[in-house]
């Protein structure tokens, strides 16, 4: 698609995660020359063999100001075509700081304005519910209070999450009244805002609706996967997913990005309700997503494609890729679920099924294989040490 891709260079933010790993092998595959900046050298996508030059940086979250001087400085000394965030508390940060940049390279994300609006799940909720896209039955929570007015009439099973945040963390699950206000109380005490929602029947499978939206809002690229496996298995970051086709779920989750104005890459996450088969939106990640790999594996190279948008280069929609396509978290994703599960034994694939056609996994790659060692040697400091705080306080799916 570009006639010298060697010539382009690609700055990628937050090594530690696994789709940034996906990201810079995505690129480089395609002949990018890969920076990528982490603030500790005990980062995955630092040891891959795709990563052209390593940075360490200030945190983003503990030294957000640094971070963004550091930026700043390293790209006027070291010009870059594109500068690609990949995690949420980057993306808001370098968003914010927009202006900074012009001139130095190219930042393809949405407004601001329109990312604090994204990551706030009850807002996304609502604007949904005006598009007529089917939600689960969601109920606003200012206070206790007004918990205990509600806590009878609710539709229980429910789950109460944090308005903004990412994965299971903050997420807790109530079958009965007497539940409610300590799970609460739990997320207020963290400083969240939380909302109460009933839970979907746990048999309906999630989909992922992941899209690439240009400068008119038009998508450029989509992609629809179903979860298989989960860790924790009641629901956290998928360990095991493939590649689907899912209409309704890629038409929703394109219109009401469409209606937030939103550029650049999001998912939008459903849930199959079993009792009426419809797709039900449960948020919406305005960022990269964790399994971003499976994607890149089934054929749609959202980094590339991505990198192609920032620099006005035209491309037709990819909207087609491989059904099917597996890909697997193994370590230490997959073999959490798999001590976690009661059904261990009668899990399906199984968990023993290491090699199959069209099974790939998230970090090993026999192409690009240290990325494995850089994963275990991440998590020898990662309850200690100090460049690490970050990443305790931010994980994400």
């Not at 601001?112 to 689960?136: Q, T």
């Not at 261990?344 to 790939?360: C, E, G, I, Q, V």
């Amino acid at each position: 698609m570009v006639e010298n891709s060697e010539q382009i260079q690609v700055f990628v933010t937050d090594g530690y995660w696994r789709k940034t790993l996906a990201a810079v092998r995505a690129l480089g595959r395609m002949g990018i020359q890969v920076t990528v900046g982490e603030s500790t050298y005990l980062a995955p996508a630092l040891f891959s063999r795709y990563c052209h030059t390593r940075v360490r940086t200030p945190s983003p979250v503990l030294q957000p100001s640094r971070y963004v001087a550091f930026l700043e400085d390293y790209l006027s000394q070291n010009p870059h075509h594109v500068l690609l965030p990949m995690e949420e508390d980057t993306l808001l940060l370098l968003a914010r700081n927009r202006e900074r940049f012009k001139g130095k390279t190219r930042l393809p994300l949405a407004d601001y304005h329109c990312l604090l609006f994204a990551r706030d799940k009850l807002k996304v909720l609502r604007r949904a519910e005006a598009l007529g896209i089917p939600i689960p039955r969601t109920f606003e929570i200012n206070n206790l209070e007004e918990a205990k007015l509600l806590s009878k009439d609710l539709p229980y099973p429910v789950v109460i999450k944090p308005r903004v945040g990412s994965g299971s963390t903050g997420v807790h699950y109530v079958v009965g009244p007497d539940q409610l206000a300590p799970a609460l109380e739990r997320v207020l005490d963290s400083g969240q805002v939380p909302f109460v929602q009933e839970r979907l029947p746990a048999e309906g499978p999630g989909i992922g609706a992941s899209f690439l939206l240009d400068q008119d809002h038009q998508v450029r690229a989509s992609f629809l996967h179903q979860r298989l496996r989960e860790y924790p298995v009641h629901g956290g970051p998928s360990t095991l997913r493939k590649s689907v086709i899912h209409d309704q779920a890629r038409r929703d989750g394109a219109r009401l990005l469409q209606s937030l104005h939103f550029v650049g890459v999001a998912m939008a996450e459903f849930k199959i309700d079993t009792r009426d088969g419809q797709a039900k939106l449960l948020e919406v990640n305005p960022r990269f997503w964790g399994s971003l790999a499976l994607a890149i594996h089934a054929g749609v190279n959202f980094p590339y494609l991505l990198t192609l948008m920032a620099l006005g280069c035209d491309f037709a929609p990819v909207v087609t890729y491989r059904l099917g396509q597996l890909c697997r978290w193994f370590l230490p994703g997959d073999v959490l679920h798999f001590l976690q599960n009661p059904n261990r034994w009668h899990l399906k694939p199984s968990f023993f099924t290491f090699r199959r056609p069209h099974l790939s996994y998230d970090i090993i790659d026999l192409d690009d294989p240290m990325p494995v060692l850089g994963s275990i040697l991440a998590l020898l400091p990662f309850y200690g040490g100090r460049d690490f705080a970050h990443i305790r306080m931010r994980r994400r799916v």
